[in-house]
């Protein structure tokens, strides 16, 4: 019997489920086969990366420049197939497309979009997105990275914590305070004054680079500001576009773990009879079923409220901290239906378990999302 109870898969077009199968395909052969020894060596498969361009994974829904214009259901399919290998492969294309060509195609002149979207399609340059700092992520507008005008340019001072492949970046956009508020700035990491740490001793996302950032007067020159925007909406808006396919994603990592228990325990035999013919497990299985469904059903309705241009923040905080908290829920439950196997990296619901740890924290805290939910409801804001 198929996970996809609801039949969900026959609502996509062929180009969606062509894009679908291509990625699971890729998932398939290139990043199952490494990515335990990856996430145990603590090291991201840099080598799948130009794979990945040649796929046309990264920017798929911005229109020229490269990419191929797709709508938001791709997104979410292409994100949802990757993090069914890990998380750290989906957090890599959200943070390339979402997090660093969007606010480039959105917010970047003319001449910015030409020189780097191309090369961030192709990877050509890697990017990275600078906006949490050490003091407090969930509360970005007290940041202390600031960027004064010199002359023409612009001198950045300040730091940034926890960025997703800070370190293996050509190209950062980082978040600063100006005298005119906040904005957004293209970064070349070989920048004197740049420099990116790895962070190392992680137990979370092991497969995926995150870094500290910091900048010691780092000069830029004055057109490496994102002209369209000023203010906190610039990164937030950023920000719900890589929400939006992580409530995609994280099916993936639920899914992957539920198919790897079913397996499980129609072989497990205890008491003389296998374990899925148990009352309790049965009960447990159904359960992730029923949250799988009604989260893919509502990342699905998402996907079309975005196509349409109608999707708001509340909704994509809603799906977010659900989808977040149902794939973290299943695979904690199929790694103890695992027993002790579920502890060995020889099976997937640790690793996932492990990496949704990151993915219920970044990108908005659960608390965050609920209080988003909260204010939308009441109209108070209780952050
Ligand atoms: P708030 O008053 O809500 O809004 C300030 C301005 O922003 C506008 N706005 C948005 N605009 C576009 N899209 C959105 N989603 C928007 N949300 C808000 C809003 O209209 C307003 O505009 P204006 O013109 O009136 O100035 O701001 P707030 O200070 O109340 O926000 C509160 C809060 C807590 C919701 C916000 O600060 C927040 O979301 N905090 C969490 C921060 C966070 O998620 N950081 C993530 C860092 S990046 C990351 O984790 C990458 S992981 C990558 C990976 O590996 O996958
Ligand atoms: P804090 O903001 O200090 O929160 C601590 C706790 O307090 C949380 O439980 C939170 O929910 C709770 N809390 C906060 N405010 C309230 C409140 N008002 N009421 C009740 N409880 C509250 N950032 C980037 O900019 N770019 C990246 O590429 C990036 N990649 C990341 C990759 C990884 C692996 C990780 C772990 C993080 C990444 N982040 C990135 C940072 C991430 O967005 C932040 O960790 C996240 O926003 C939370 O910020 P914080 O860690 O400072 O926690």
């Known amino acids: 019997?198929?996970?996809?109870?609801?039949?969900?898969?026959?609502?996509?077009?062929?180009?969606?489920?062509?894009?679908?199968?291509?990625?699971?395909?890729?998932?398939?052969?290139?990043?199952?086969?490494?990515?335990?020894?990856?996430?145990?060596?603590?090291?991201?498969?840099?080598?799948?990366?130009?794979?990945?361009?040649?796929?046309?994974?990264?920017?798929?829904?911005?229109?020229?420049?490269?990419?191929?214009?797709?709508?938001?259901?791709?997104?979410?399919?292409?994100?949802?197939?990757?993090?069914?290998?890990?998380?750290?492969?989906?957090?890599?294309?959200?943070?390339?497309?979402?997090?660093?060509?969007?606010?480039?195609?959105?917010?970047?002149?003319?001449?910015?979009?030409?020189?780097?979207?191309?090369?961030?399609?192709?990877?050509?340059?890697?990017?990275?997105?600078?906006?949490?700092?050490?003091?407090?992520?969930?509360?970005?507008?007290?940041?202390?990275?600031?960027?004064?005008?010199?002359?023409?340019?612009?001198?950045?001072?300040?730091?940034?914590?926890?960025?997703?492949?800070?370190?293996?970046?050509?190209v950062a956009v980082i978040w600063a305070h100006t005298d005119e508020g906040i904005r957004g700035f293209i970064v070349d990491t070989k920048t004197d004054g740049f420099v990116a740490n790895k962070i190392e001793n992680k137990f979370s996302l092991r497969a995926s680079v995150t870094s500290e950032l910091f900048f010691d007067n780092v000069r830029l020159p004055a057109d490496s500001v994102l002209p369209g925007v000023t203010g906190l909406k610039g990164p937030l808006s950023c920000l719900t576009q890589a929400r939006y396919g992580i409530s995609w994603g994280v099916i993936g990592a639920a899914e992957s773990c539920l198919e790897e228990l079913l397996e499980y325990t129609q072989t497990r035999i205890l008491f003389d009879r296998s374990l899925d013919e148990n009352q309790a497990i049965q009960i447990r299985l159904a359960d992730m079923q029923r949250r799988i469904v009604t989260s893919s059903l509502l990342s699905y309705r998402l996907g079309q409220l975005k196509d349409l241009d109608q999707m708001n923040p509340t909704q994509v905080s809603l799906a977010k901290w659900n989808n977040v908290r149902m794939a973290l829920d299943v695979a904690r439950d199929c790694r103890d239906m695992l027993g002790g196997s579920g502890i060995s990296a020889e099976y997937v619901p640790i690793r996932h378990m492990l990496n949704l740890e990151s993915v219920v924290t970044y990108e908005g805290t659960e608390t965050i999302h609920q209080l988003a939910v909260g204010r939308s409801l009441t109209g108070k804001s209780a952050f």
């Open 1 to 170: 019997m198929s996970i996809d109870l609801f039949d969900i898969n026959s609502l996509l077009s062929n180009e969606e489920k062509a894009v679908q199968d291509s990625v699971s395909r890729f998932v398939k052969e290139n990043v199952n086969p490494v990515i335990q020894e990856c996430f145990e060596n603590h090291e991201f498969p840099s080598e799948l990366i130009k794979p990945l361009a040649e796929l046309g994974l990264f920017g798929t829904s911005i229109d020229g420049y490269g990419c191929p214009g797709m709508n938001s259901i791709i997104y979410g399919l292409i994100c949802k197939e990757l993090e069914k290998g890990d998380s750290g492969m989906r957090s890599f294309v959200s943070v390339q497309s979402s997090l660093v060509m969007y606010p480039i195609y959105v917010f970047g002149s003319e001449e910015q979009k030409e020189e780097w979207l191309p090369k961030l399609a192709s990877a050509e340059a890697i990017g990275c997105f600078g906006l949490t700092e050490s003091q407090g992520g969930s509360d970005p507008s007290n940041m202390k990275t600031h960027a004064k005008k010199d002359g023409n340019d612009w001198v950045i001072n300040g730091s940034k914590m926890w960025i997703t492949n800070g370190s293996i970046a050509d």
